[in-house]
């Protein structure tokens, strides 16, 4: 095939992939939208990745030192991760709002079974910027140097006797997203790899179907994380029309910029994905409850649905970053781990950003390694709250 067919077949499946999923090198930009203009620059942006491409996979294959990490006698021998997306604790009920969205989670509270952190930000109000802070130790601080130079959570789990799991509700896009890069280390890898606006296969509770294909391959030890597909945009697509429970009428929309009965639906709509997220959430944790489980969910960003002005979506804005943090324990688990239970107990009012989780999760569940920072650790008693 000559250049100019190249072209054109890269050009065709550049159009094919912006109208399924919206890609474009720089929507501001009339001229990167012509075809051959996108195709050198595309080129252009290859070259340029190449070398970075092939520092990424060097460190991602670099084994980590045999002295890194030590594990607890004691070490919580389940770990599930669920990272949701674009959920505001502004808009749950467990966070006071005034539409009972999360009945579920709300009964697991009662019952000591969910621990719900009431002062939690994301350090970042985009997907892509958040997973390197919350899956390895680049934070905020450093947010311009590269995160693949920074051990991830996956290979340290992995290095640490952990089967890993990375089960995903969003596309991989070809491998090419820092999701794929992230998920290199675990063992086993599930995508739905489905284009974003088909409702079907979308729809977050395919994660428990994942977990029942794996269950014959669950080990001793095991850390599971869970990639859903949450609350983002459209919202009415993120959920089952069975799960429509509550209509424009009853949501209180005081201090929010809707206009008219179409921007009300969308409320009602992100309410509604809510609520499929505590059904989602609780069904999860129903699958693990006869375990010893800690089971982590926070939302990679929140959103911001007419609370700053005329607008739904992602936001660098307060509302953009107001995310939900909570941890769910098994029985079993606060048998046999009550220092742990307590731990968790005594940091939930304190004020945390999301990219200092892996310096709290892992010591919470029994590994240390030499990254590790106590000031950064949500459940260490040095813990700086100043510093968040």
């Known amino acids: 095939m000559g250049v100019l067919g190249i072209f054109g077949v890269h050009t065709g499946v550049g159009y094919y992939l912006q109208g399924m999923h919206g890609i474009v090198i720089n929507p501001n930009i009339t001229t990167h939208n012509i075809p051959v203009v996108k195709e050198i620059l595309a080129i252009l942006t290859t070259i340029k ?14 084994p ?25 604790r502004n808009f749950m009920q467990l966070y006071g709002y005034r539409v009972p969205n999360s009945p579920l989670a709300s009964a697991l509270q009662k019952s000591q079974n969910l ?16 997973f390197p802070t919350l899956l390895s130790y680049k934070d905020f601080e450093h947010k311009n140097t590269p995160w693949y130079i920074y051990k991830t959570m996956g290979a340290v789990f992995k290095q640490a006797g952990y089967e890993t799991f990375w089960i995903d509700v969003q596309e991989d896009l ?20 489905a284009p974003s606006d088909l409702p079907q296969t979308t729809q977050d509770i395919w994660t428990l179907q994942m977990l029942k294909h794996i269950q014959p391959q669950l080990q001793s030890k095991n850390f599971i994380l869970l990639h859903l597909f949450g609350s983002h945009f459209i919202y009415n697509r993120r959920f089952p029309k069975s799960f429509s429970k509550f ?20 409320v009602a709509d992100y309410v509604n994905s809510l609520y ?8 999860i944790y ?37 995310i939900p943090f909570m941890i769910f324990v098994t029985n079993t688990f606060k048998q046999r781990h009550p220092d742990k239970v307590k731990s968790i107990a005594q940091a939930v ?9 892996i310096h709290s999760l892992l010591p919470l569940v029994g590994i240390h390694t030499k990254d590790n920072l106590d000031t950064k650790n949500l459940f260490s008693p040095k813990f700086d709250t100043q510093y968040t």
């Open 349 to 357: 009012h304190k004020p945390f950003m999301s990219d200092d989780l």
């Open 247 to 266: 209509s424009p009428q009853d949501i209180p929309y005081s201090g929010l910029k809707v206009k008219d009965q179409t921007d009300r639906q969308i």
């Open 49 to 62: 990745d190449y070398t970075t491409s092939a520092t990424l996979y060097q460190n991602l294959n670099k």
């Open 115 to 130: 621990f719900v952190f009431s002062d939690v930000i994301s350090a970042q109000a985009t997907t892509e910027a958040v």
């Open 174 to 193: 070809a491998r090419n997203n820092v999701y794929a890069h992230l998920a290199h280390p675990f063992a086993h890898k599930y995508w739905t790899n």
């Open 276 to 283: 499929y997220t505590d059904h989602v959430l609780d069904k």
């Open 64 to 88: 980590l030192e045999k002295d890194y990490l030590r594990v607890d006698q004691d070490s919580v021998p389940n770990v599930v991760l669920i990272i949701g997306e674009s959920a505001s």
């Open 286 to 322: 129903r699958f693990f409850q006869n375990k010893d489980v800690l089971m982590v969910y926070l939302s990679d960003h929140a959103e911001a649905v007419f609370q700053g002005g005329h607008y739904a979506g992602h936001s660098c804005s307060p509302q953009g970053v107001e």
